[in-house]
Structures are given as C-alpha cells and as structure tokens.
C-alpha cells in the first residue's frame, strides 16, 4: 500500500498566496522527501528532512516533520506560476528495515493563477 | 557536472518486442535506481543497483523485467516481450551513498508506448 499520501490532491492559488501540501505515511521513516514535477518532466528535489528533524527551510519552502502523527507539511510561500507543478512526498524507511527504496504517495498538483 | 541521463527519452514499441532503457548516473554516483510512473500516479520503486550487483529488486516483476548495472556503461532496465500495461514513464534515479539515506536525482525519464 501507498506510504505517503499527499493532500489535498489539487490546490489552485493566486500567485503570490501561498500553497501548503501536507503528507502522511505509516511506517517508521529515516527521512522523508519532496519532489517537484513539472508535467511531463523528471523529479526535482526539493527538501530531505530526517526523522530527528522537525523543521526546514529552503528559499521559500518549509517542510515541518512530526513523526509522533507521521505527518509532514510543505509550504510554499508568496507563490509564482512557474511553481505549477506536482509535488510528491516520498519517505525511506529506517536502517535495518531491509529495504532502500523512496515510497511515493500520488502527489498534489498545484496551479498558481497569475 | 551533468545530471542523471537517460535514454531515449521516448520509446515506441509493439506488443512481443523489447525495450531497453538506458540510465547514466550523476558522476561519482555508484547507486542507481529504477522507477515507474503511471499517468496521474506517484512513482513506484523498482529496483535499485550498485555497480555490478542488484542490492533490493523487491518492485520488480517477475518476469520480463531485468535489470543491469555494469562496471563499465550505464544501467539497463530491460523489458522482454512488452505487453500494453508496460506503457508508463520510467525514472531512473542515482545517489552517491546508497541505502536510501541520501538524495536521490532523479534523470528526465523515458516514456514508454507499447501499441
């Protein structure tokens, strides 16, 4: 079953609002991902916060991590159309669980109207 | 320094006949890994490599699928027989470290279309 699981799983803003995206998941985590898609393209990464972490900032992203809810938020501040894009969260299990992979949920799309 | 590269970028094949998808990691990398990705889905995990050995093939099918990584040359991800569910986007990501404790990046992807 899906591990990460985005929601909403659509969100339309004006630009300049700002979007948050929050995930869920199931399992024990090391550390949990976001990605960026635009449509059509490849992944970008965005933020890695690990499991002993409860916040991070990068330019205009925040990612908050509460592992006690397994849970984790993405924000986006004072947002632009080109931040229109899929986003996904992906988590990595711990050391020890015998598995490496990424867990991708479905991911929210995000439309900025300018 | 040159991303992940993958190749081709689209891939058209018939029912029977085999796609080979090509992947190059970032340099320095030794761990690859293979995702696929659905229309309006997430990615789903495949296979994941180091150099000469297939280290977790748990998202693999069974059958058709293998998957390479040589010491010399890109991964493989190889299809035999292709078969119309196979169409889908095909990620191949790399990392330096492995174990999935560190960033994965990812390439653009090859776009499968089995007629």
């Known amino acids: 079953s899906q591990q990460g699981e985005e929601d909403p799983q659509a969100l339309s803003i004006q630009e300049g609002e700002n979007a948050t995206m929050n995930c869920s998941y199931k399992?024990?985590?090391?550390?949990l991902q976001w990605y960026r898609q635009n449509s059509g393209r490849g992944l970008v990464h965005l933020i890695l916060i690990r499991s002993n972490e409860r916040e991070k900032h990068s330019g205009r992203l925040r990612v908050t991590l509460d592992t006690s809810k397994k849970s984790s938020s993405l924000l986006i501040t004072a947002s632009r159309a080109a931040d229109t894009a899929s986003y996904f969260c992906a988590t990595v299990p711990p050391p020890g669980a015998g598995s490496y992979q990424l867990t991708f949920g479905k991911g929210t799309k995000l439309s900025v109207i300018p | 320094n040159a991303g992940v590269m993958q190749n081709p970028r689209h891939l058209v094949r018939r029912r029977g006949q085999e796609a080979r998808l090509r992947c190059s990691p970032m340099k320095g990398h030794s761990h690859v890994y293979w995702y696929r990705q659905l229309p309006e889905e997430g990615l789903k995990f495949m296979v994941y490599l180091q150099k000469e050995n297939i280290i977790d093939e748990s998202g693999m099918p069974k059958e058709r699928f293998s998957a390479e990584f040589p010491k010399e040359g890109p991964s493989i991800l190889r299809i035999q027989q292709v078969v119309r569910g196979d169409s889908a986007a095909y990620f191949c990501?790399?990392?330096?470290f492995g174990g999935g404790q560190d960033t994965q990046y990812f390439g653009p992807g090859t776009r499968l279309t089995v007629l």
């Open positions: 990501a790399s990392s330096p």
């Open positions: 399992t024990s985590i090391n550390n």
